[in-house]
């Protein structure tokens, strides 16, 4: 099988992680034509990507997120040609050598144009980094999802996401609007707006920090809210929330989030983190708060 296969990749200050990502890439069954590295870091990892030969770096003095780095890296991804573009953070790592193979072999063999691996906790090989819905309940399982083999229409962007370049052409690059924390949930919703077929390979993973502590469950295991484990990731996830729920029309989800964060903070008697979620939320749905967190001004 000979395709050609650039990589996206995006770093801020995790040279040592960055080191074992770009070896793992490098050890892949397939070799990939180029790694686009954007590098957004308060220190430069211009020398650590100087001593791989297919890096193709690009330094960032302004902090872009993780969907400005991304777009970055993508558009030169995209530009060198390749018919596929592999993305990745730099605190992911393969799973295993025929990584790739796997996925393009799978996504060839399904005729899609984006497939994305099984995202497993680091140190915890039996579990999901983030949660799948299978018959309703949440599940961190990773042999829960595997039984299913592939999973349509559904997929944890961007760490280890294959996607034929010319989906971008399709549904545009990632928003850098949204800076970080749901970047990934408006890609997925172009995509499915776009008609563009993707799922979730069982058959192959990458592993990722995982977020076990950030899902909080309301009222039994079928309802579940996010709480990020900082004010900086607290603040993006609950604006993109509500401007998702705005831009989509998502109906739906404004019940869930709305129900699910009173059910959460109320109960508790957390008044400080109710009003903080309402405060970014509410600027979500009114199309505000976009931009450096300490220029906000709602």
Same mark, same amino acid.
């Given at each position: 099988?000979?395709?050609?296969? =650039? ?55 302004? +902090?872009?997120?993780? =969907?400005?780095?991304?777009? %970055? ?32 072999? /799978? ?25 799948? *819905? ?11 999802? /595997?039984?299913? #083999? ?6 944890? @962007?961007? +760490? ?5 370049? +010319? ?9 850098? *609007? ?5 970047? /990934?949930?408006? !890609? ?22 995982? $977020?076990?502590? /950030?899902?909080?469950?309301? @009222? #039994? ?9 900082? $004010? ?6 609950? *604006? +993109?929330?509500?401007? %998702?729920?705005?831009?989509? *029309? ?14 959460? @903070?109320?109960?508790? #008697? ?10 970014? !939320?509410?600027?979500? %749905?009114?199309?505000? #708060? ?9």
């Amino acid at each position: 099988m000979t395709v050609s296969v =650039a990589v996206a990749a995006v770093t801020f200050d995790r040279p040592g992680e960055l080191a074992v990502l770009l070896d793992a890439i490098n050890k892949q069954s397939m070799p990939v034509d180029t790694i686009c590295l954007v590098d957004s870091g308060t220190i430069p990892s211009r020398e650590l990507a100087s001593s791989h030969p297919k890096v193709d770096y690009v330094r960032s003095e302004a +902090n872009l997120g993780g =969907a400005g780095g991304f777009a %970055l890296a993508i558009l030169k991804a995209v530009a060198s040609g390749a018919e596929w573009v592999w993305i990745m953070d730099d605190d992911a790592e393969p799973g295993d050598p025929a990584c790739l193979e796997t996925l393009v072999r /799978e996504a060839e063999a399904r005729g899609l144009d984006a497939v994305v691996p099984l995202v497993v906790a680091p140190g915890h090989p039996d579990k999901l980094s983030f949660f799948f *819905r299978i018959d309703g309940k949440v599940t961190h399982e990773r042999a829960e999802v /595997e039984k299913a #083999g592939f999973l349509p229409d559904v997929g944890h @962007f961007f +760490n280890g996401a294959l996607i034929r370049s +010319n989906v971008f052409f399709k549904v545009g690059v990632p928003d850098i *609007r949204l800076f970080i924390r749901g970047d /990934e949930v408006d !890609f997925m919703i172009r995509l499915r707006k776009a008609g563009i077929r993707f799922g979730t390979v069982a058959t192959a993973w990458i592993s990722h920090p995982h $977020a076990f502590s /950030e899902t909080k469950h309301v @009222f #039994g295991a079928r309802w579940h809210v996010i709480v990020p484990d900082s $004010a900086f990731k607290r603040y993006f996830y609950y *604006r +993109n929330r509500g401007y %998702l729920i705005r831009r989509y *029309r998502r109906g739906k989800s404004m019940v869930a989030d709305v129900g699910g964060y009173l059910g959460y @903070f109320l109960p508790r #008697g957390d008044f400080r983190g109710l009003a903080e979620w309402f405060r970014a !939320f509410s600027a979500g %749905l009114r199309d505000k #708060g976009f931009g450096p967190l300490e220029d906000q001004k709602f």
